[in-house]
């Protein structure tokens, strides 16, 4: 059974400069709710978007960012995290392996991911709503300061919904009405794929079967 995600664009709603501070370089703000089961099948699904290059997930817990990069890991995406229990050798060699594009995944905790400046990065996404509006425009500002455009994506569920409303209605940022979700995404997507499909098909039948040519028998002489 396909989840349903809700997929939202966040629009500033003030003029007050915290709204712009994340969103410096055209830096695009979305948030995607599904259910807290989900969030991995979400992160995992949407690598496969092309846009996908470069992604630095945030996690709340320590434990969380060791999951979510296993299961990134076995979906066939190579990824990687920062623990703070970590070597120095061990922290060096996930940074490096990310800024060379090796492993387009890394996701970190705010507290290990301290002082992390990764050139080329393509999206921010925040796994767990942050704790607070600081920390918010903190993981926005990486993207803006290094890339200069891109996206923050912030997974949220049910339980996170008034976390997250109170963090945007500091930073002065409102889910847009219109509705991009993922199940749309997909099926306008399989629609696509099934009309190229078609017209294969229709240009294959026209290459192979004889048209009829003037005079033929079983055709029509359409000579004057």
């Known amino acids: 059974m396909t989840t349903h995600i809700d997929e939202r664009r966040l629009v500033p709603t003030t003029n007050d400069p915290r709204a712009r501070y994340g969103a410096a370089g055209w830096v695009e703000h979305r948030l995607c709710r599904a259910p807290r ?18 992604l630095l997930v945030f996690a709340n817990d320590q434990a969380d960012a060791g999951q979510i990069a296993r299961a990134v890991t076995r979906s066939g995406v190579q990824a990687a995290h920062l623990d703070a229990d970590h070597s120095q ?27 992390l400046v990764v050139p080329r990065l393509s999206h921010v996404v925040n796994f767990d709503v942050p704790p607070c509006p600081a920390d918010y425009l903190n993981r926005a500002a990486r993207l803006a300061r290094v890339a200069g455009s891109g996206a923050v994506l912030t997974f949220v569920a049910p339980d996170e919904e008034s976390a997250l409303q109170r963090i945007l209605s500091e930073i002065g940022l409102a889910a847009s009405c219109a509705e991009t979700s993922a199940d749309a995404y997909a099926h306008a997507r399989g629609r696509r794929r099934n009309r190229s499909r078609r017209r294969a ?6 290459a192979t079967t004889p048209r009829p040519r003037f005079g033929d028998p079983g055709g029509a002489d359409l000579r004057v």
Request: charged share 30%; aromatic share 2%.
């Open 201 to 206: 098909r229709h240009r294959a039948r026209c």
């Open 37 to 54: 089961e989900g969030k991995i099948a979400l992160l995992t699904g949407m690598l496969r978007r092309s846009e996908m290059r470069s």
């Open 89 to 115: 050798e061990q922290r060096t060699a996930a940074i490096e392996a990310f800024r060379s594009g090796d492993v387009p995944v890394l996701i970190a905790t705010d507290a290990a991911g301290q002082m």
